[in-house]
């Protein structure tokens, strides 16, 4: 109650609706990130108290991170990292002309995701905490090798060209300097690859310019694109209802997760997608706009950010690039979070629980708001708006480094993006080996130096262990169907 | 179109092998240390990985005597190959030309050359669209966000503070 009391005088409550509507809008212009718009707000902070910079700054991470969601199912172009699923269930729902209902569920699940991941943080900061302390190097590893694994259950009928797509994005994702020697690797001589190559502009590539293409070299480029609702669509509750089971499991999958330093949105998006396709009755549908596939990493995405700030305020350590920023802007403010915050900053740490809760209630309605005139913007005829998407994309690739060099490897992405599309090569795997290969050798290579280069580490420490265990079984659950046919077919011939 | 069957297997095991290959330069710096582990050891593993799947690839394609789903997509969308050369040369012509004759211009030009390769028609709604576009990413990027984006090498970089001076964002 004094939290809300705070979050409800005019200023703040303005900041977090202000930070919301910025965070949307960030979130979901691709090349721009909830993430940049965080860095780029934290100057204005200076001028706020540090409950007010807290509350603006929330509010941009829970819309920020629902954001990206409205890109990639309007326009098949995830606006963010974490959103790459909802480009699976989600756009396949708009092609069907049911933008506004796919809206509406992402809407609805990523507010519920949310809030349960609030309530989380108020009532289970302790132990979440001390679960979150418990990961070291190879428990990061560890997680990391789920999130890779994944990919296999994510696979829709075409399991060996995901895995030469994963196993691509893992190549792609090793070029530039090695993370412990900073010797350059597979960079042929150009020194633009030495800082590798980013995530953020092969998305970019792959999906938006991937797409213009697409379009430029389609028959009736005129029709291709579907029939829009401008007005994003709530689901009713026997709608919900129906989904009850896969919001569970996506909330609690999600808040394990975003406890998890460094896991963050993506890991969690992709984990509760994959989960979800094994356990749904529907999961054979999944990649052709069932709403379980949509709800269940909506559900997830957004239930990483509460706890994905325990252990900001609990310990002080941020497990994300978007909680880094929420302790710059602490620390910036001389508020040094921690154990002893919750005795100094009581006030502030309220605050912050209440003002999490209420952002992914009011995310509901500036979530609908942004995505109607982002939908209205669809409107304009297509010729024009691929045009206006290739400025913004190789700006926006130039932008993430201010380097040409990004320019031109976007534009190599998109073309490399076409083609796979156009040969029926899944392209989310290898944007997933992009982003989560350089994690994966950076933790490889630190756990093998912390724990004097005994590999056996990752299976004899208990947490790592299990996740590892954790990790293989759902790699032989999504197998057994393909194990299955392959034994059906080998005793037929016999 | 049975000749798509195996082109990705082979892509994906050729390009493999070749970047293996390059990678044993005899570079000193590349040895692995007391640990095994050094710094090419990662994408050596990923690249063996990418050689192996792609075998295996091929191999599952060669189990599967019916035609794969992917010839069977290659096939069954029509494609317009020469607008899809169109717009693949427009897009690298304009990412190549930005650092030379500066953003303003290339932008200018591009989506001229674009709305024409489009099917626009209008002369003048191209112009128009270019014009009115260029000018409001222009005030967006430079005034708003302050991106240093490049004005063009030599007489560019003049004419491009020239378009800058005449929109009032320089």
New interface residues.
């Given amino acids: 109650m004094v939290g809300l009391s705070h979050l409800f005088g005019i200023t703040p409550f303005l900041l977090l609706v202000a930070g919301i509507f910025v965070g949307v809008i960030a979130g979901a212009l691709p090349g721009i990130s909830f993430v940049n718009a965080m860095a780029l707000a934290l100057p204005f902070t200076y001028v706020m108290n540090p409950v007010n910079a807290m509350v603006f700054l929330s509010g941009l991470y829970c819309g920020g991170v629902f954001g990206g969601s409205i890109s990639s199912i309007l326009i098949n172009i995830p606006g963010s990292p974490g959103s790459l699923p909802a480009t699976w269930d989600g756009y396949p729902m708009t092609q069907r002309g049911e933008s506004a209902r796919a809206l509406g569920i992402a809407i609805t699940c990523s507010a519920i995701g949310g809030v349960a991941s609030a309530l989380m943080m108020i009532f289970m900061s302790p132990p979440f905490a001390r679960f979150a302390l418990r990961f070291d190097q190879p428990e990061f590893f560890a997680a990391t090798v789920l999130g890779l694994i994944s990919v296999v259950a994510i696979a829709k009928g075409n399991m060996m060209s995901s895995m030469v797509s994963l196993f691509l994005g893992l190549v792609i994702g090793s070029i530039g300097l090695d993370p412990l020697y900073a010797i350059p690797r597979l960079t042929f001589g150009w020194h633009v690859l030495d800082n590798g190559v980013s995530f953020v502009v092969v998305l970019i590539g792959m999906f938006a310019i991937g797409e213009v293409l697409g379009w430029i070299s389609s028959d009736s480029k005129a029709n291709i694109r579907p029939a829009m609702q401008t007005r994003a669509r709530l689901p009713g509750f026997k709608d919900l209802y129906k989904l009850k089971g896969t919001i569970a499991r996506s909330t609690g999958v999600g808040c394990v997760i975003g406890a998890i330093p460094g896991a963050g949105a993506i890991i969690g998006a992709i984990i509760t997608y994959g989960v979800e396709k094994q356990i749904s009755s529907r999961g054979d549908e999944f990649g052709t706009g069932v709403e379980e596939g949509l709800a269940a990493p909506e559900t997830a995405k957004n239930a990483t950010t509460g706890t994905a700030t325990i252990p900001l305020l609990t310990l002080g350590i941020p497990g994300s690039a978007a909680t880094a920023i929420m302790l710059a802007a602490l620390m910036l403010h001389g508020v040094n979070p921690g154990p002893m915050l919750f005795i100094t900053g009581i006030d502030l740490v309220y605050t912050v629980f209440a003002a999490y809760l209420v952002a992914n209630l009011l995310m509901i309605a500036i979530g609908m708001l942004v995505a109607r005139g982002f939908a209205l913007l669809m409107k304009i005829p297509p010729v024009l708006l691929f045009g206006f998407i290739v400025v913004l994309c190789l700006v926006g690739a130039f932008g993430v480094r201010n380097n040409m060099a990004d320019v031109y490897i976007c534009i190599g992405f998109g073309i490399l993006g076409y083609l796979l599309s156009r040969f029926n090569v899944p392209s989310a795997p290898l944007i997933l080996g992009v982003i989560l290969g350089p994690l994966a050798e950076r933790y490889f290579l630190t756990s093998m130096i912390s724990y004097d280069n005994q590999i056996s580490v990752f299976v004899t420490r208990p947490l790592s262990g299990s996740i590892l265990f954790i990790a293989f079984a759902f790699l032989c659950w999504s197998l057994w169907p393909n194990i299955k046919q392959l034994l059906a077919r080998f005793n037929g011939r016999t | 179109m049975i000749r798509?069957r195996f082109?990705?297997?082979l892509i994906?095991v050729c390009a493999?092998l070749v970047?293996l290959l390059?990678?044993n330069t005899g570079d000193t710096?590349?040895v692995i240390d007391?640990?095994?582990?050094?710094?090419?050891s990662?994408?050596r593993v990923?690249?063996w990985?990418?050689v192996i799947?792609?075998l295996?690839?091929g191999v599952?394609r060669f189990l599967d005597r019916s035609v794969s789903?992917?010839v069977q997509?290659?096939s069954a969308?029509?494609?317009?190959?020469s607008?899809?050369l169109?717009?693949?040369v427009v897009?690298?012509l304009?990412?190549?030309t930005?650092?030379y004759i500066g953003?303003a211009i290339a932008?200018f030009v591009?989506?001229v050359t674009?709305?024409v390769?489009?099917?626009?028609r209008s002369a003048w709604k191209i112009l128009a669209?270019s014009a009115l576009?260029t000018g409001v990413?222009l005030y967006l990027?430079l005034k708003v966000?302050y991106?240093?984006?490049?004005r063009g090498i030599g007489i560019m970089d003049t004419v491009t503070v020239s378009i800058y001076q005449f929109l009032g964002i320089y």
């Fill in positions: 798509f082109t990705g297997p994906a493999g970047v390059s990678l710096r590349l007391a640990s095994g582990f050094g710094p090419l990662w994408p990923m690249l990985g990418t799947v792609g295996l690839w599952s789903s992917d997509v290659e969308t029509r494609h317009d190959n607008g899809l169109a717009g693949v897009v690298v304009y990412g190549v930005i650092i953003f932008t591009f989506l674009w709305f390769i489009g099917g626009m669209n576009g990413l990027f966000a991106l240093p984006l490049p």
